[in-house]
């Protein structure tokens, strides 16, 4: 195993990884400071530029962009009191406190080196659980790894979100939109309406940049105004150092925090950080301090947050079970290349595995020491406007979403599922669920098909298979009986537990999801058996959940989203058009053209830029897109106006 590690440092080592490695840590720096957006948009943004590289050089990207993600996020917590992401929530209650206090500085690097510290325990434990887990992992055949599956859909539905049915839904959802195109086990289409487009599925790509990407936009955009008003670092930036120093204790106990709740799928960084400021606050006397400004309210959940990725990659990369959204994409980058995570990946390509240790280990060092090093500069995107931002970051997703299959329909997939993830966002649906059974689809429905053709029915008595089953029947009666005693269970979206769009919209949507799930499953009537299966097993549950959800929701006390909120959700809705208008320009003139009416319509029209500085913009923008289509081989079309 040893030398497995040492051929993979050999390999990072060179200049090219270590240049891409620098990359991604750019890359998930800057992405991380945008509030909502998180490791889920980073590595989804950048997935679309791994079709070029070896499976080595794309690991290295996306981990490294992921790793550094909940480090620079803390930059927007304590400046400005909103979370650069959910998993920063905890952050803002004594960070933000500290940087009114003028102590921003040593608020930020007792969090930037607390969150390199806990990354790299993190490392560590991910490291050490190979040759515990090893063993394990060979032993298991196909029921054990689909009940895996099952559980780790459970997990994220019910773990995720304020609303477990809602989640379990979502889950099945995604199942459902991952089995469109070619089933794996029998010659038939499923779901493809004729549509030649359909019949190799929907790329990850599009689904992942869609249902997170184009939603997060629309709100920011219609948040308006600038991300955060200018405010002074101040000084502290070595007692921030000897703070964590000093509670180094806290550091340690708050990492292994993280990597208990990264290797439970579902659980994710948000409830790690709040787990870890729990303790912290339980085990302090003076309880009193904290919510005040205490670094210690600082320290715990950043070196949660980062060892909570690390302890995502257990589950991911031994069990292939995503321990959360941004691991699931991962999964999916290895299905690309043809990798099984699970026991094949730690028979075949440990040295791979061991590449994913190297590169979070030394992009947590990085992405610390950039951000320590660099907080000013970065402090400082925090005070422009968004919609000055917004078409880089538009153009940047198209693009990306057409990299996937350079089809149109990549395109068309990209626009609904934009507006379902938003609506989902704003009905209370956590998304998070939807990706991770998307993924999954593929492992889930192939080992469901060969233990039913090697076991029959008999799969379901192998001994893990029980053990399994009781472990999913324990956790779905602790979440049962937490909600009656009133208590809360983790949350990985908190900004998705409330309904902002009032009662009749909440019940519209329950009822077109229970009418879509009644659809599919009177459309696989005409698959053959072995096409059918796995589309039965998703729709079933779906329609159940779903027809329960919807008594809960017209059983629910009526709804009415406030005047600020109803005007946020009117201007999201209005800027949406304007994405629909880049799409249809795209259509007509080609990429080219219309990225630079796009641009400059957008900046001159919506961001009231002057002229000449839309101009400059409109110019190095397109330049950078030709560029970047240029490496990555991309053929445009013309256009149909430009092509006739």
């Known amino acids: ?55 080595h050089t794309a690991m290295i990207l996306l981990v490294g962009s992921l790793a550094v993600v909940h480090t620079s996020d803390t930059i927007t917590s304590v400046l400005i ?38 990354g790299l325990i993190g490392t560590v434990f991910l490291t050490l659980s190979l040759p515990i887990a090893r063993p394990l992992v060979l032993f298991f055949g ?28 979502a889950a099945c959802l995604g199942l459902l939109l991952g089995s469109v195109g070619a089933a794996p086990a ?19 790509v599009g689904v992942a940049l869609g249902i997170f990407g184009i939603a997060e936009i629309l709100d920011l955009l219609a948040k308006g105004g600038r991300i955060a008003e200018r405010v002074g670092l101040g000084e502290g930036w070595l007692q921030g150092i000897r703070d964590v120093i000093q509670h180094w204790g806290i550091v340690v106990r708050g990492s292994l925090i993280g990597v208990w709740a990264g290797i439970l799928p579902g659980i994710g960084a948000t409830a790690g950080s709040w787990m870890a400021y729990g303790h912290v606050v339980a085990m302090a006397r003076d309880r009193e301090r904290f919510g005040k400004g205490d670094i210690r309210g600082v320290i715990a959940p950043e070196s949660a947050n980062n060892s909570v990725e690390a302890g995502d990659l257990i589950p991911t990369l031994l069990f292939s079970v995503p321990g959360g959204a941004p691991a699931a994409i991962l999964l999916g980058a290895l299905y690309f290349y043809g990798i099984q995570p699970g026991p094949r990946m730690v028979q075949e390509n440990l040295d791979l595995i061991f590449t994913i240790i190297w590169s979070f280990a030394f992009a947590n060092a990085m992405g610390a020491a950039l951000c320590l090093f660099l907080s000013p500069a970065l402090a400082r995107l925090t005070w422009v406007p968004f919609a000055k931002m917004a078409p880089a970051i538009v153009v940047t997703i198209f693009l990306g979403a057409f990299q996937s299959s350079q089809d149109f329909g990549d395109l068309f997939a990209l626009m609904a599922l934009g507006f379902l993830g938003w609506l989902m966002k704003q009905l209370g649906w956590p998304r998070a669920p939807f990706l991770v059974g998307f993924v999954l689809t593929k492992p889930t429905e192939q080992y469901l098909w060969i233990s039913i ?47 902002l769009l009032g009662k009749t919209s909440s019940v519209m949507f329950t009822l077109c999801v229970l009418v879509v799930s009644g659809a599919a499953l009177y459309e696989a009537r005409s698959f ?54 880049y799409f249809v320009l795209i259509w007509l003139f080609g990429f080219g053209v219309a990225t630079a009416l796009f641009t400059f319509l957008f900046l001159y029209g919506w961001a009231e830029m002057r002229w000449f500085k839309a101009l400059i913009y409109t110019s190095s923008l397109v330049g950078a897109a030709v560029f970047m289509g240029w490496m990555l081989g991309m053929y445009w079309p013309a256009g149909v106006l430009l092509g006739l």
């Open 81 to 118: 009191g909103t979370p650069g992401s959910a998993a920063a929530a905890a952050t803002v209650l004594d960070g933000h406190q500290l940087a009114k206090q003028g102590q921003a500085a040593r608020a930020l690097s007792a969090a930037f080196l607390s969150s390199m510290i806990g």
């Open 528 to 581: 053959p058996y072995l096409g059918a299966i796995f589309p039965v097993a998703a729709t079933v549950p779906a329609i159940f959940m779903a027809a329960a959800q919807l008594f809960f929701d017209l059983r629910a006390p009526g709804m009415t989203a406030g005047l600020e909120t109803r005007a946020k959700i009117k201007l999201a809705l209005g800027y949406f058009p304007g994405l629909v208008l």
């Open 142 to 169: 196909s029921p054990e790894l689909l009940m895996l599956c099952v559980l780790g859909l459970s997990f994220a539905g019910f773990l995720t979100g304020g609303a477990p049915l809602k989640g379990v839904v």
């Open 453 to 499: 053709s090697r076991y029959g029915l008999e799969w379901l008595l192998r001994p893990g298979v029980i053990v399994m089953g009781l472990l999913l029947l324990a956790s779905i009666l602790w979440i049962v009986i937490g909600k009656r005693k009133g208590k809360e269970t983790p949350v990985e979206e908190p900004a998705e537990g409330a309904v």
């Open 1 to 55: 195993m040893w030398d497995a590690a040492l051929i993979a440092l050999e390999r990072f080592a060179s200049l090219n990884h270590l240049g891409v490695l620098a990359a991604g840590v750019v890359a998930g720096t800057v992405i991380g400071i945008l509030p909502g957006l998180g490791g889920i948009a980073a590595v989804a943004i950048l997935l679309p530029f791994i079709y070029t590289l070896d499976v």
């Open 186 to 204: 029998d010659a038939v289409y499923r779901y493809t309406f004729d549509q030649l487009y359909l019949s190799d599925g929907i790329p990850l």
